[in-house]
């Protein structure tokens, strides 16, 4: 079965498209064609999406399911009227927190809420420069300014996990790669002894490795699976004899990797 | 009014923390403490969150209030017995879906989800590469493979908002920083005007760029009010007189911003 899904908003969209993609995942047996329109907030733009959505309705035999965090109510009462299933999720919600915090919304008040962090955001930008400055072993000076340093073989997932904790968390990570001489030496290099606290290791499986690196360098030694396997096998190892938490990247997303880093790192989030 | 806000799941926790916050951003009078507790996903953790729970009821002088997308009954049994106002997403929706679409979901059967996204994991991974391959102008040879090309001064938010648009929407977002050169040049460099169609301009007001530029180099002519006012006004200057869509960054978020584009750009998001 196949049916069209609809994250629509007047903002950025990432209420409704998060919240939905949660809600779509949960029936597996139904593929969806998922659509996420932001800045729906003109009468126009919203009968432009009726038209979209009732073509949709058209063309899949069945109506799409629409689900909207639009503040305005002639907008909502004119995507009210096309052929979707509407999930309004604010209307859902609000009443029951009105009543808890005895206290009127905004969205009670038809007054539309930008998601814009301005607070954080030179904690943001900072954490991301210092993710960017501090990526792939490039100084190993700043570490006692790192919230942690995620350790593991090249392209085993280090950048983007560190990347994705400064911008979601403003967390200020650092990343080594483990490279052969490190793995013969049998020990953390000096910088990394020194911060051992701060350390996290990332691991993966060694064919997902080799077919990562192929697409970087292919058919190199770099990125065969001999060499692969050995560096997973050596690292594991010494992470294990330096007793130093890791996991395994192979079947996480980087939101999944990072949220598990913290809780076991322990380290708090820098937005609240 | 203080009151706290958790937002708990048995996975990543950023659909509970998602929603938690654009829920309670509609309260604007009400000052929250929030806390997301992720991978909740044992009796033993959900009793230790209870005791935090009623640990923040007693303290506050008034009941918590918890954003849950827990999936299995036995944690969610515990957790109603704490002294919050309990916001149960999942099942707040998934009734009326599973009505919908005439079929039961993995919730019913207590089936917990991850959202790694697996099957896009090498594209993200690629377009966050490319944007640090292509970064600050560092290279102009691959704008054949941009999907778009970002433009403006030195410290006005192309990179966090290239590796955003990389990480959540796998775009190959390409980035250039236009110097005082390309300024007095009064006009595009070749390699830009040659993929003028994928430009788009970042503005910034003076004011905050000079801020910005600071943090970098204190006290330095580059980060002068004066030069930044005057890199700013040219810059305006340019994307004008090339007719290049450009928007401020000054007062809107990294995911303001990355939307915006890409509804003014017309380019789809990769993940679906």
């Known amino acids: ?88 999720i604010f209307s859902s919600f609000l009443a029951p927190l009105e009543h808890e915090f005895q206290s009127r919304s905004s969205y009670s008040v038809g007054k539309s809420h930008s998601i814009s962090h301005n607070a954080n955001y030179m904690q943001r930008i900072e954490a991301v420069n210092f993710a960017l400055d501090n990526d792939d072993g490039a100084r190993t000076r700043y570490y006692d300014k790192a919230d942690l340093i995620l350790i593991g073989v090249s392209r085993c997932g280090k950048t983007p996990t560190c990347l994705y904790m400064a911008m979601q968390f403003g967390i200020r990570a650092a990343n080594y790669p483990l490279t052969e001489e490190d793995m013969e030496n049998l020990q953390l290099t000096a910088a990394l002894k020194k911060h051992k606290h701060k350390l996290f290791g990332l691991t993966i499986d060694p064919d997902r490795l080799a077919a990562i690196r192929n697409e970087r360098k292919p058919n190199s030694r770099y990125s065969s699976f001999a060499q692969c396997e050995f560096e997973v096998r050596e690292v594991e190892k010494m992470l294990r004899r330096e007793n130093i938490n890791f996991i395994d990247s192979t079947h996480f997303s980087v939101e999944e990797i990072s949220a598990k880093i913290l809780v076991e790192m322990g380290v708090e989030r820098k937005f609240k």
């Open 1 to 88: 079965m196949k049916r069209t899904a609809f994250f629509i908003s007047d903002g950025t969209g990432i209420t409704a498209e998060t919240l939905g993609q949660s809600l779509l995942a949960q029936f597996e047996n139904i593929t969806f064609t998922k659509l996420t329109k932001p800045y729906i907030d003109t009468p126009e733009k919203a009968r432009a999406m009726v038209q979209q959505i009732n073509a949709a309705a058209e063309s899949d035999g069945i109506r799409p399911v629409i689900f909207d965090t639009l503040v305005n109510q002639e907008i909502r009462d004119i995507l009210a009227k096309s052929n979707g299933f509407m999930i309004d």
